[in-house]
């Protein structure tokens, strides 16, 4: 081996050294989705690079790495030319996204009507008298958290992986949107009257009922989503695309109702 190879040997990444970059890119992309989907890092915010990683205390390899998977899972949007974004979903996109969660919802549903537990049913009843709790207290960021343990656990139980991870990708994507919605007392007090809906008729193993009640849960988050976006103005000119230009600073942001 000539001296020019051994040197290129000497400076290449060893196997060791690309699962260490994997492993802590892995991690990068689960701090940054945590910072987007809790609205610090809001929706069309440019990932500046060399911030991030100053930010996380690593080099710029795995934040590129980690917002190239953010990518390709929906919540980050490159822009040629200009870097890379939080993705913004527009009213439109949203509706449809509403659309697909109300199928998936309602299989859930019905599935686990056929086959909860009683440790299951405990556990969503807990849920619900939870999210009562908090209603009655104003609570919405209580609230909110409950909303979706109770979500988790109905795509848990009654959802396969496929299902599970098609549910999660969606959720992801109308998190912010959901978290607006909630936050109006009556929004609260509605929601959670469907989520009682849904666990009377899992009780009930009525799979049919059980199907109807989520499907009427997540068609009323979807009515209340465009009853605020009315209200409010959201998002009257957005085409519902995701590779539109960066938000300007200032610029008002989608608002939306919850499930």
């Given at each position: 081996?000539?001296?020019?190879?051994?040197?290129?040997?000497?400076?290449?990444?060893?196997?060791?050294?690309?699962?260490?970059?994997?492993?802590?890119?892995?991690?990068?992309?689960?701090?940054?989705e945590?910072?987007?989907?809790?609205?610090?890092?809001?929706?069309?915010?440019?990932?500046?690079?060399?911030?991030?990683?100053?930010?996380?205390?690593?080099?710029?390899?795995?934040?590129?790495?980690?917002?190239?998977?953010?990518?390709?899972?929906g919540?980050?949007?490159?822009?040629?030319?200009?870097?890379?974004?939080?993705?913004?979903?527009?009213?439109?996109?949203?509706?449809?996204?509403?659309?697909?969660?109300?199928?998936?919802?309602?299989?859930?549903?019905?599935?686990?009507?056929?086959?909860?537990?009683p440790?299951?049913?405990?556990?969503?009843?807990?849920?619900?008298?939870?999210?009562?709790?908090?209603?009655?207290?104003?609570?919405?960021?209580?609230?909110?958290?409950?909303?979706?343990?109770?979500?988790?656990?109905?795509?848990?139980?009654?959802?396969?992986?496929?299902?599970?991870?098609?549910?999660?990708?969606?959720?992801?994507?109308?998190f912010?949107?959901?978290?607006?919605a909630?936050?109006?007392?009556?929004?609260?007090?509605?929601?959670?009257?469907?989520?009682?809906?849904?666990?009377?008729?899992?009780?009930?193993?009525?799979?049919?009922?059980?199907?109807?009640?989520?499907?009427?849960?997540?068609?009323?988050?979807?009515?209340?989503?465009?009853?605020?976006?009315?209200?409010?103005?959201?998002?009257?000119?957005?085409?519902?695309?995701?590779?539109?230009?960066?938000?300007?600073?200032?610029?008002?942001?989608?608002?939306?109702?919850?499930?």
């Amino acid at each position: 081996m000539d001296g020019s190879a051994a040197a290129r040997d000497a400076s290449a990444p060893s196997a060791l050294d690309i699962v260490r970059t994997r492993s802590l890119a892995s991690l990068v992309a689960q701090e940054i989705e945590r910072m987007i989907l809790s609205g610090a890092l809001p929706a069309g915010d440019r990932l500046n690079e060399q911030a991030l990683a100053t930010r996380l205390g690593v080099s710029r390899g795995p934040v590129r790495e980690a917002v190239r998977g953010l990518e390709r899972a929906g919540l980050v949007v490159a822009v040629r030319n200009q870097g890379s974004y939080v993705r913004q979903v527009g009213a439109e996109e949203a509706i449809e996204i509403w659309d697909l969660r109300t199928a998936i919802t309602g299989m859930a549903c019905a599935r686990l009507a056929e086959r909860a537990s009683p440790a299951q049913l405990a556990a969503l009843r807990a849920l619900v008298k939870r999210m009562e709790a908090a209603r009655r207290a104003d609570d919405a960021k209580a609230y909110f958290a409950g909303n979706v343990e109770f979500h988790e656990a109905l795509l848990a139980e009654g959802g396969g992986p496929r299902t599970r991870r098609l549910a999660n990708e969606l959720e992801k994507e109308l998190f912010l949107f959901r978290r607006r919605a909630l936050v109006e007392p009556q929004n609260m007090r509605q929601s959670n009257a469907e989520h009682a809906a849904i666990l009377r008729a899992i009780a009930a193993r009525d799979a049919e009922a059980a199907r109807s009640a989520g499907e009427a849960h997540i068609a009323g988050g979807k009515r209340r989503f465009q009853a605020t976006d009315t209200a409010t103005g959201g998002n009257r000119h957005d085409n519902g695309h995701d590779d539109r230009p960066p938000r300007r600073a200032g610029a008002r942001r989608g608002v939306a109702g919850g499930g």
